[in-house]
């Protein structure tokens, strides 16, 4: 991408023609310092739109169980000051000179990436979120996905260690990996669907789910409420599995079957009866109940756990040549794809908004797996 960048190429703009460019962005939003210490506002300056980038002034932003990871360095790889949020709504404010995609009062929305090598093979097929680059894909908070001291040369090719999310009153971001909010989807409703949305609705597609077949979702917090709702208007049967069963109201109410995990009758009586089964637990469990679930030739995919799970049992897999699979969040097409079917459709996460300055108590609600809407922050709440 550095050839456009090029002084020699970049068209010559006219204060006229490209109003209120600037080139600093006064910026507040609410990060966290140390992996112990709550998220509390911070003031910040960004860079404004280049070439081909866009200033949004962000609207709403969810919150993602993977934020809270990240701010209490669940994953040893936190970069501080954190500022998350990658479940972005907001208005396009100004485009740089080269930008042709949107334009200024555009609704758009960011999900978990900003930037990605372009030129690795899964790039180039379009899987921006399996970038193979010296960096992997740059996040829309926390930096590159793989930081120059874990990259091969102990390079940065992004030059930023670290990036501002969501939680923020502006954002700046390469056209590209900004989404059209279509007509007909409320925008605090369409900010999950940015990253729980197309979490789940990439296996769907991928695995080819379609009318008639019989789909398990493990889970029914944020991921697992999305991936019910969409694997119905696909044309699936679908079951959940919760362990919770003050949830049974609410799968009746998506008009799904439910069944409770530690009912040993009720998972004994679905052996070999799905075509594909999604777990969105987001913590290490045992899946081996589930395989069994799974008809021949057919799979279970894990989205929601980063980590190393209860060993599993490789007889049942082999036995009926079973596959166990993993995803990771969804590529741009996806994403777009997913807001639109939602409109389509007309589904949505069930959400609930908060003000920013009770981000640290929604946290601990999540945490506490209490749990199952999304929380999205009314980002006007920063200037209250
Ligand atoms: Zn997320
Ligand atoms: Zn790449």
Same mark, same amino acid.
């Given at each position: ?50 070439q ?24 040893s ?5 954190c ?7 907001g208005?396009?404010?100004h485009? !740089? #000179?080269? =930008?042709?995609r949107?334009?200024v009062g @555009?609704? &758009?929305?960011?999900g ?5 090598? /372009? ?13 193979e ?6 996040a829309?908070?926390? !930096? #590159?996905? =793989? ?5 091969p @040369?102990? &390079?940065n ?7 501002? /999310? ?9 056209e ?20 729980a ?11 080819k789910?379609k009318? /008639?077949?019989t789909?398990g ?19 699936a ?25 530690k ?28 395989i069994?679930?799974?008809?021949r030739?057919c799979?279970l ?7 190393p799970l209860?060993?599993?049992d ?41 003000d ?15 749990v ?13």
């Amino acid at each position: 991408m550095n050839e456009i960048l090029e002084p020699a190429t970049r068209p010559e703009v006219s204060g006229e023609q490209q109003p209120a460019g600037q080139q600093t962005l006064k910026s507040v939003g609410y990060a966290a310092k140390h992996s112990f210490s709550n998220l509390k506002r911070f003031e910040f300056e960004r860079e404004g739109a280049k070439q081909n980038e866009i200033e949004i002034e962000v609207l709403f932003c969810g919150v993602c169980h993977s934020d809270i990871h990240q701010v209490k360095n669940e994953w040893s790889n936190t970069v501080y000051p954190c500022l998350p949020g990658h479940e972005i709504v907001g208005r396009v404010s100004h485009i !740089g #000179p080269s =930008v042709t995609r949107h334009r200024v009062g @555009d609704l &758009v929305g960011v999900g978990c990436m900003i930037d990605s090598c /372009g030129t690795c093979g899964p790039c180039r097929a379009g899987d921006q979120n399996y970038c193979e680059g010296p960096n992997s894909w740059l996040a829309t908070y926390n !930096g #590159p996905m =793989v930081p120059a001291a874990k990259s091969p @040369d102990q &390079v940065n090719t992004y030059g930023r260690d670290n990036t501002y /999310g969501g939680y923020s009153d502006t954002l700046v971001v390469n056209e590209n990996f900004a989404l059209k909010i279509p007509a007909g989807l409320r925008p605090d409703v369409a900010a999950p669907i940015l990253c729980a949305g197309v979490t789940t609705y990439s296996p769907l597609k991928h695995w080819k789910v379609k009318t /008639g077949d019989t789909v398990g979702i493990i889970g029914f917090g944020g991921l697992g409420d999305m991936a019910a709702k969409l694997a119905k208007a696909m044309g699936a049967q679908v079951t959940l599995f919760t362990h919770t069963q003050d949830k049974f109201p609410e799968a009746e109410r998506l008009g799904v079957s439910v069944v409770y995990e530690k009912d040993k009758e009720a998972m004994q009586g679905l052996k070999s009866t799905f075509d594909f089964i999604l777990s969105t637990v987001p913590q290490k469990h045992d899946i081996n109940p589930y395989i069994q679930m799974l008809k021949r030739d057919c799979t279970l995919c894990v989205l929601g756990a980063l980590e190393p799970l209860e060993p599993v049992d490789n007889s049942q897999v082999a036995f009926h040549r079973k596959n166990v699979a993993g995803s990771l969040i969804g590529n741009l097409a996806d994403t777009q794809e997913v807001l639109d079917f939602c409109a389509k459709h007309d589904i949505g996460p069930d959400i609930q908004i908060i003000d920013i300055d009770d981000i640290n108590d929604a946290y601990d609600r999540v945490e506490k797996g209490e749990v199952r809407f999304r929380y999205v922050i009314d980002m006007a709440s920063l200037d209250a």
